[in-house]
């Protein structure tokens, strides 16, 4: 099935053997194409749209910031939007007395956070300053993803995506991430798969260890053990590693709670968040440091060795002022831990039992369901099946936009259809996306 085949224009795409309908406009949880068709924004595109469309009080924001001034140089000036984001941001974020840095997406915060990471430890006087070329390796995980930029793909564990392009990466350290489905261990037994690889390539050499809190779209949402976060932040402090918490798809509600990471009540040294920072309307990034690391940087080195020409944009932090104020004044992290629930329970309730489905997580409003040949043995369909995708298309026809991905399992094979709704979803909605979603699955594979 190939829904629309029209090649675009002088445009290309990532996906570049399908069509895409054009939008014409979006209002609340939905999208509706040009011909009138309505879709349910079921995954906020990537896990972006949390307020939901059309949001009057984030346009009016954005356009009387960008009539004030849209454009000020970072070097030169600050505004008003960048100052009070921090300043709210830092009454939410798990860091104590926290500072923000602003760029334009995920990659690039990732990107800055390896850089940040690094020059911490030179101003700890653990880097080359102090007379070696120490704490340069930044330890990531498997089955990760944290962008698309060289140095975020070289602590990123997609093997497909890193392909192309392996000879050019710095590459960096993986460890396996805990994925309690295929890989049943304690917490405390994934966790310390950490302090063997410090171990193995000298702690005098490892600068951060960074990891999504809870999985994002390259294990479905698979959170960890209890005991896992809690070890990490123990092992890092043993041997002077910073702690990276990649929150860019899992922060800011997604999952029930304003950080994933609060789910384990664990502070990192650096957390980076992106997707649903300014709601979608404005590509924003952030990076949140200790003061008192950005403060040792600036008594040794004056500035931090890292910039952009887009970075602290005023009308992209006036976006997501806005969407924050939503974001509380509408009660959504705990509409997010309440509506995840039911959907979590109607998941399980409309396809625990299918022959396919091997297994059902989530936290809040980021859900996976992982599909296999086989539940006894967990075989998963070959990655050449395209299932993911298949099942993608049937619930794009039904009027569903669902968010897929493949090689959970091994690098390779293993396909997930995820859910991640707006955060202001209510129940009927929950309940017709469920719906939707299991005809779609039983349509291309059987009841
Ligand atoms: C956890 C995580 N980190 C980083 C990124 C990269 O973000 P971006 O696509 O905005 O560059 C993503 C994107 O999916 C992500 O899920």
């Given at each position: 099935m190939n829904?629309?085949?029209?090649p675009h224009g002088r445009v290309f795409y990532r996906k570049m053997n399908h069509g895409r309908p054009q939008i014409s406009h979006a209002d609340g949880i939905y999208l509706y194409d040009q011909n009138g068709k309505r879709y349910i924004d079921g995954s906020g595109g990537p896990l972006v749209v949390n307020v939901g469309h059309g949001r009057s009080e984030i346009v009016h924001a954005m356009a009387t910031q960008a009539y004030r001034a849209a454009y000020v140089h970072a070097l030169m000036f600050t505004s008003q939007p960048v100052e009070q984001l921090s300043a709210e941001l830092a009454e939410v974020v798990p860091m104590t007395d926290a500072r923000f840095f602003y760029l334009s997406s995920g990659s690039e915060v990732v990107e800055g956070a390896i850089k940040l990471a690094r020059q911490i430890q030179q101003a700890r006087g653990e880097g080359y300053r102090s007379g070696s070329s120490g704490r340069h390796l930044i330890i990531g995980r498997w089955q990760s993803y944290h962008g698309m930029t060289l140095g975020a793909l070289a602590v990123?564990?997609?093997?497909?995506?890193?392909?192309?392009?392996?000879?050019?990466?710095?590459?960096?350290?993986?460890?396996?991430?805990?994925?309690?489905?295929?890989?049943?261990?304690?917490?405390?037994?994934?966790?310390?798969?950490?302090?063997?690889?410090?171990?193995?390539?000298?702690?005098?050499?490892?600068?951060?260890?960074?990891?999504?809190?809870?999985?994002?779209?390259?294990?479905?949402?698979?959170?960890?053990?209890?005991?896992?976060?809690?070890?990490?932040?123990?092992?890092?402090?043993?041997?002077?590693?910073?702690?990276?918490?990649d929150e860019v798809l899992v922060g800011l509600g997604r999952t029930g709670k304003w950080w994933g990471i609060d789910h384990w009540q664990v502070q990192p040294d650096i957390l980076v968040t992106s997707k649903g920072l300014a709601g979608g309307y404005f590509p924003l990034g952030l990076i949140a440091a200790k003061h008192d690391d950005v403060e040792l940087i600036r008594q040794k080195f004056g500035d931090w060795n890292h910039g952009g020409t887009f970075s602290h944009h005023a009308v992209g932090c006036a976006a997501a002022?806005?969407?924050?104020?939503?974001?509380?004044?509408?009660?959504?992290?705990?509409?997010?831990?309440?509506?995840?629930?039911?959907?979590?329970?109607?998941?399980?309730?409309?396809l625990a039992d299918h022959p396919n489905v091997g297994d059902i997580r989530g936290r809040g409003l980021f859900w996976g369901i992982e599909l296999v040949q086989d539940r006894e043995t967990k075989r998963p369909f070959p990655a050449a099946d395209h299932l993911d995708w298949r099942i993608w298309e049937r619930a794009f026809a039904l009027g569903l936009v669902v968010y897929h991905s493949q090689g959970c399992a091994d690098g390779r094979d293993g396909d997930i259809i995820m859910l991640g709704p707006p955060l202001i979803v209510d129940e009927m909605q929950v309940t017709e996306m469920v719906r939707l979603l299991t005809q779609a699955i039983k349509a291309e594979i059987g009841d």
């Open positions: 829904l629309y085949k029209h990123s564990g997609r093997p497909g995506l890193r392909a192309p392009y392996l000879e050019m990466l710095r590459d960096m350290p993986h460890i396996a991430p805990p994925y309690a489905y295929r890989d049943p261990v304690s917490g405390t037994e994934a966790a310390d798969r950490l302090e063997a690889a410090i171990l193995e390539h000298g702690p005098e050499n490892v600068a951060a260890f960074i990891a999504e809190p809870i999985s994002g779209a390259s294990l479905g949402a698979a959170a960890p053990p209890d005991d896992y976060w809690p070890r990490i932040r123990q092992i890092c402090d043993r041997y002077g590693v910073l702690l990276i918490a002022l806005a969407t924050l104020h939503i974001i509380q004044r509408e009660g959504l992290v705990e509409n997010a831990a309440r509506m995840g629930e039911l959907m979590g329970r109607l998941l399980r309730q409309s």
